[in-house]
């Protein structure tokens, strides 16, 4: 069965220091990989898909199978950056397309 | 476009009672999910619908738990009878199938709280 490890459950830094977020997964198939994002009083959204190779808010993520790992980096973290950051995992069988989540990451970043 | 919508927001219950969550997706989205999102945990899969057919419910406590989506919009998730460890914030997400690589869009959620 698949499962994803975010071994932190909080992780503080201070703003303009880098910042990253570790995510393990395992998974027998091609994985399919995202990082979700909740800040305060706001709803769960999408931050990055690792398929899309894309730079958001200045965050990056590389999927690395070897190590199975998909961490979340950003160089210089902002005050606004503080949220509950979820790693999830995303199986496609027929039709069913479920994430898998872990158990996510409370950053914050100190003024 | 109008988000999820999720009702009610938060609700309280004693243990053995009842509870109805209810779940309006994004106009057009044909795919909702069910999750149930327990403190310090990430959200865990409940229930999957595609317009008004379930397509997985394999992690769904059955012997309590019932969902149905009748005309492929809106969507109920009960608990009959509640138990304390339902305690937990109860979400809603939907998804169009039209695009590939898709994003799920999250309601509010309904926080639950059993004494």
């Known amino acids: 069965a698949q499962r994803v490890t975010q071994p932190e459950k909080l992780l503080s830094v201070f703003k303009g220091a880098p910042v990253e977020l570790k995510c393990n997964y395992s998974?027998?198939?091609?994985?399919?990989l995202f990082w979700y994002v909740q800040y305060s009083r706001q709803r769960l959204q999408l931050l990055l898909r690792?398929?899309s190779r894309e730079s958001i808010k200045g965050f990056t993520a590389d999927l690395n199978k070897g190590e199975t790992s998909f961490h979340l980096k950003k160089p210089f973290a902002q005050e606004e950056d503080s949220a509950m950051y979820y790693c999830a995992l995303r199986i496609s069988s027929g039709s069913a397309r479920q994430l898998t989540f872990g158990s996510g990451t409370q950053l914050t970043v100190l003024p | 476009e109008a988000g999820v919508a999720q009702s009610p927001r938060y609700k309280i219950i004693e243990k053995r009672q009842s509870v109805a969550f209810w779940c309006n997706p994004i106009?057009?989205?044909?795919?909702l999910y069910w999750y149930q999102q327990i403190l310090g945990q990430g959200p865990k899969l409940l229930i999957q619908f595609q317009n008004n057919g379930v397509v997985d419910d394999s992690q769904l406590p059955k012997d309590r738990f019932s969902a149905e989506r009748l005309k492929g919009v809106d969507s109920t998730l009960k608990i009959q009878p509640a138990k304390l460890e339902d305690s937990a914030v109860y979400l809603c997400a939907s998804r169009t199938e039209s695009r590939a690589y898709n994003e799920q869009f999250f309601g509010p959620g309904t926080r639950l709280t059993v004494l």
């Open positions: 998974y027998s198939g091609s994985p399919e």
């Open positions: 690792h398929i």
């Open positions: 106009s057009g989205h044909a795919t």
